[in-house]
């Protein structure tokens, strides 16, 4: 049976770009609750991101599913997620996705930079599958 193991954010919508939330969930249930605004949501949304690819509805393509650049005042901001999972098989295998948001003076402009799906083997071997 498979299973989702961890999800680790950075820098998507109200989590900070400095540095990295991770929950672990447990089995069989793992509970979320919490006050408004507070990323529920956003915990779903990068779970949907992380296993196909597609930005949330509303995000503008993804540029307002990363943290926003002007709350800090910069010009880029660094996104990514890590979530870690058990496939049918058993076998533990980690997706990471990188984006960026670049702010100009009146244009954002969001970037999918990285995707890799990382296995390990049951003797321990590793492989990488990389989409640049």
């Known amino acids: 049976m498979s299973q ?3 999800l680790a954010i950075r ?10 939330q991770a929950i672990e ?4 249930l793992t509970m979320i609750v919490g006050a408004n605004g507070c990323g529920k949501t956003t915990v779903i949304e990068c779970l949907k991101f992380g296993t196909t690819g597609q930005a949330p509805p509303g995000s503008a393509s993804g540029k ?15 996104a990514q997620l ?3 999972f058990k496939n049918y098989g058993g076998q533990r ?8 948001l670049t702010q100009k003076k009146t244009t954002a ?17 590793k492989t990488s599958y990389t989409n640049k």
């Open 25 to 28: 969930f447990e089995s069989p």
């Open 93 to 100: 295998m980690v997706v990471v996705r990188s984006m960026q």
């Open 109 to 125: 402009t969001f970037k999918q930079l990285d995707g890799v799906i990382r296995a390990t083997k049951p003797d321990g071997s």
């Open 64 to 78: 307002a599913f990363v943290y926003d650049p002007k709350v800090t005042g910069v010009s880029e901001v660094k």
């Open 4 to 6: 989702i193991e961890k």
């Open 11 to 20: 820098g998507i919508r109200a989590f900070s770009p400095d540095r990295e």
């Open 82 to 84: 890590k979530l870690r």
